[in-house]
């Protein structure tokens, strides 16, 4: 069982359209980040948000954390082609030893032309 | 350019085998980690280093050894290679134990025959 559950698994939408992603979870995170990755190569930070029901914007890019903070949504206004990639929730889980990553298992997010 | 290089970025290994994967970063980051992803199940974490002379375990620890030979370098041990070890392996680092800011290197695609 993933603690960190992602929809839609999968998404192909059309150039110009709107679509959101959802990162849910009954843990409560420190902070949660968002990650974009391309074949063949490593995730990449795209946002942290830390505070609960905090926003931040990246362009055409929405990121929300949950009053809650076991919970995440990430939108997209617009969609253009090189939006395209696989987009990566995870959480940071704290301990005595240091904290770490948990992620979850992505959205593909295909926009076609 | 700054970053985490991690080599080879392939490797075939036959059932057996042993091989080390290494990771080296510089960008004087205090923590390292080592992920592997697979189809389906995001990625996981395997172990991590959260200063150097400490590393502990991950989620999927299993037939893996790991030495964090100083604050540069992490290297990942696969002592007799199965083909369930077939994945692609992900270093990353970050400059603290609070677990943010992780840069990843482009990873290591590894088939176990």
């Known amino acids: ?113 | 350019n700054a970053g985490v290089t991690q080599t080879p970025k392939f490797q075939v290994l036959k059932t057996g085998q042993s091989m080390t994967l290494q990771c080296a970063q510089d960008m004087n980051h205090n923590s390292m980690y080592w992920y592997r992803q697979d189809p389906g199940m995001g990625l996981r974490l395997i172990y991590y280093s959260a200063s150097e002379g400490t590393t502990d375990k991950g989620e999927v620890p299993n037939g893996y050894n790991v030495s964090r030979l100083n604050k540069r370098e992490f290297s990942l041990r696969l002592e007799s290679a199965a083909p369930s070890q077939t994945s692609v392996y992900f270093c990353a680092s970050s400059p603290d134990r609070r677990g943010r800011g992780y840069t990843f290197g482009s990873g290591t695609r590894l088939t176990v025959v």
């Open chain 1, 1 to 113: 069982t993933q603690l960190l559950e992602q929809s839609p698994q999968f998404l192909s939408i059309q150039e110009g359209e709107n679509l959101t992603v959802y990162c849910n979870s009954s843990s409560v995170f420190s902070s949660l980040q968002w990650y974009r990755q391309e074949p063949g190569e490593g995730p990449v930070l795209l946002v942290t948000v830390v505070t609960g029901g905090e926003v931040k914007k990246l362009k055409r890019l929405t990121f929300q954390f949950g009053d809650a903070r076991k919970d995440s949504s990430l939108h997209i206004t617009a969609a253009q082609p090189g939006d395209t990639g696989l987009y990566l929730c995870a959480g940071v889980l704290g301990s005595t030893s240091g904290s770490r990553l948990t992620f979850g298992e992505g959205t593909q997010l295909t926009v076609n032309p």
